[in-house]
């Protein structure tokens, strides 16, 4: 049997780069996938697709209410849920003067407050409607994708780097409340990943210089590096970690 089989995971940003890869992670492992994205994702074909349930969803436009009912819809469909992966998150870059607060509260919807509601609700559901019973003893396990910004300040990405220290901020926090209720709490801060956010970066001469020489492994990762740690936070053997914040980043706050 694969690991996740009979297991619904719930994956938000889940049509590319570390969305895409976590949730054909999944599948390859058995679990059907709940797929959230504004886009299409193409690469999940064949028979992975008849366990994709891919669901257009603008987190950036949706209230705790919203959230509550997509929910409460998804079990309908699937009888339970799992695991949920808040990967979705968006950045807007500008110096720190000149930032607005239309970007502000964007970059904040997306990031930190969607997750969190999204989160209450899938929670709500566990302990209010039922879902525990259902685990048959397993525990729900929430995995949410924080960053090297987590820890860190970075430039020109105020609001990106706020929404990740909270990330951080509420899984400690949630997993304070929720560990005695069979619910494991915890994230993934990954490193310099080459995904379509980091592009810029990455075409920078300077820059991407800059960053490859304080990488101890020595290159950029690869969304896939992120899938198989997410994997293991929502299965049975991460059943003892809570809280925690798992650096995946060639060993950059190492060095």
Same mark, same amino acid.
């Given at each position: 049997m694969a690991r996740f089989d009979s297991k619904v995971i719930v994956v938000t940003g889940a049509s590319r780069g570390i969305g895409g890869s976590i949730a054909e992670a +999944?599948?390859?492992?058995?679990?059907?996938?709940?797929?959230?994205?504004?886009?299409?994702?193409?690469?999940?074909?064949?028979d992975? #697709?008849? @366990? +994709?349930?891919?669901i257009a969803y603008d987190l950036g436009n949706?209230? #705790?209410?919203q959230l509550q009912k997509l929910v409460a819809d998804?079990?309908? @469909?699937?009888?339970?849920?799992?695991?949920?992966v808040n990967n979705a998150g968006i950045i807007r870059r500008a110096p720190s003067v000149d930032f607005t607060e239309k970007d502000w509260d964007d970059v904040? @919807?997306? *990031?930190?407050?969607?997750?969190?509601?999204l989160t209450q609700a899938v929670a709500r559901w566990w302990l209010k409607d039922g879902g525990r019973e259902k685990a048959g003893g397993c525990r729900l396990k929430i995995v949410n994708i924080a960053s090297m910004?987590?820890?860190?300040g970075g430039i020109t990405i105020p609001a990106y780097t706020a929404s990740k220290h909270g990330i951080?901020?509420?899984?400690?926090?949630?997993? *304070?409340?929720?560990?005695?209720?069979?619910?494991?709490?915890?994230?993934?801060?990954p490193g310099?990943?080459?995904?379509?956010?980091?592009?810029p970066l990455r075409e920078n001469e300077t820059r991407n210089r800059q960053i490859l020489e304080r990488i101890p492994q020595g290159g950029w990762g690869d969304p896939s590096d992120i899938a198989g740690t997410a994997m293991f936070l929502a299965s049975k053997d991460a059943d003892y970690l809570n809280g925690a914040v798992i650096n995946v980043d060639g060993g950059w706050l190492a060095r």
């Open positions: +999944f599948l390859r492992e058995g679990a059907t996938v709940v797929g959230l994205a504004r886009t299409e994702n193409k690469d999940i074909t064949g992975l #697709a008849k @366990r +994709f349930i891919p949706a209230s #705790a209410e998804t079990v309908k @469909r699937t009888g339970r849920i799992d695991g949920l904040l @919807r997306v *990031n930190l407050t969607s997750p969190f509601f910004l987590s820890f860190q951080a901020g509420i899984t400690k926090a949630l997993a *304070n409340e929720w560990a005695p209720l069979a619910i494991n709490v915890n994230a993934i801060a310099y990943i080459a995904t379509e956010n980091t592009r």
